[in-house]
C-alpha cells in the first residue's frame, strides 16, 4: 500500500470480513451436507442469524468510533489553525 492511497474504514474492512466468513461457513456446510452429515437446519439458521446480527452491531460499533476519532481529529486540526493565525 503507497502512501497515497487512503486505508479503508473499519467499517469497509469488517463488512469484508463478514462476507469472507458468510461464504467460508457456505462452503463448510455444502461440504458437510455432501458428506452424508445430517444438519439440523432451524438451529443453523437461528445461529447463523446470531452471528450476523452480533457482527453487524461490531461493525456499526467500529464505524461510530472511527466517525468520532475523525471528528476529533479536525476538531484539533482547526483548533491548531485558529492558534496560528493569532500569533501571526
Not at 26 to 53: F, M, R
Not at 60 to 71: H, I, M, P, Q, Y
Amino acid at each position: 500500500m503507497s502512501a497515497a492511497e487512503p486505508r479503508l474504514r473499519a467499517s469497509s474492512r469488517i463488512t469484508g470480513a463478514l462476507w469472507g466468513a458468510i461464504v467460508a461457513a457456505t462452503g463448510g456446510i455444502t461440504i458437510a451436507v455432501y458428506s452424508g452429515a445430517n444438519i439440523d437446519l432451524e438451529l443453523l439458521v437461528i445461529v447463523a442469524l446470531a452471528a450476523v446480527g452480533a457482527w453487524l452491531l461490531l461493525s456499526a460499533l467500529a464505524a461510530g468510533f472511527s466517525r468520532r476519532k475523525s471528528l476529533k481529529v479536525t476538531a484539533t486540526d482547526e483548533d491548531e489553525d485558529e492558534t496560528v493565525d493569532d500569533y501571526v
